[in-house]
Nanobody
C-alpha cells in the first residue's frame, strides 16, 4: 500500500484545512486508516482513525469536535477536515494504514503498517 498525503499549508488561528491521503496498491488489505502528527521536539501522536469498511471514527481528545475524518472508498482516499485550528495543531501530519485492525491499539503508531510522507500544517496566532 502506498499513501500520499496532501493539503497542508499555513493558516491563522481559527482557520480550517482539509488534508487528503490517496491510497494505492493493495488497499483492500487495510482495516483501519489513521492520521498522526508530530510537532517539533515532540513524539508522534495519534489524531484520528477510521474503519476503512464501516466508517466508525476515533479521535484524540485534543481534536474531538474540531476535526473530522472520513474516507471515500471509491477514490481510495482518506480525509481529515480540520476546523478551529490553533497554534498547538502545528505539526507534520501523516496518514497511515493498518492491516491488523486491532481496535484496542488504534492509537498506537506501531499498529500501522504503511505510512505516507507527511504534510506540514502551520497555524499562526
Amino acid at each position: 500500500v502506498q499513501l500520499q498525503a496532501s493539503g497542508g499549508g499555513s493558516v491563522q488561528a481559527g482557520g480550517s484545512l482539509r488534508l487528503s491521503c490517496a491510497a494505492s496498491g493493495r488497499t483492500s488489505s487495510s482495516r483501519f486508516m489513521g492520521w498522526f502528527r508530530q510537532a517539533p521536539g515532540k513524539e508522534r501522536e495519534f489524531v484520528s482513525a477510521i474503519k476503512w469498511s464501516g466508517g466508525t471514527e476515533y479521535y484524540a481528545d485534543s481534536v474531538k469536535g474540531r476535526f473530522t475524518t472520513s474516507r471515500n472508498n471509491a477514490k481510495n482516499t482518506l480525509y481529515l477536515q480540520m476546523n478551529s485550528l490553533n497554534p498547538e495543531d502545528t505539526a507534520i501530519y501523516y496518514c497511515a494504514a493498518s492491516t491488523r485492525g486491532i481496535l484496542s491499539a488504534l492509537r498506537v503508531d506501531s499498529t500501522y503498517d504503511y505510512w505516507g510522507q507527511g504534510t506540514q500544517v502551520t497555524v499562526s496566532s
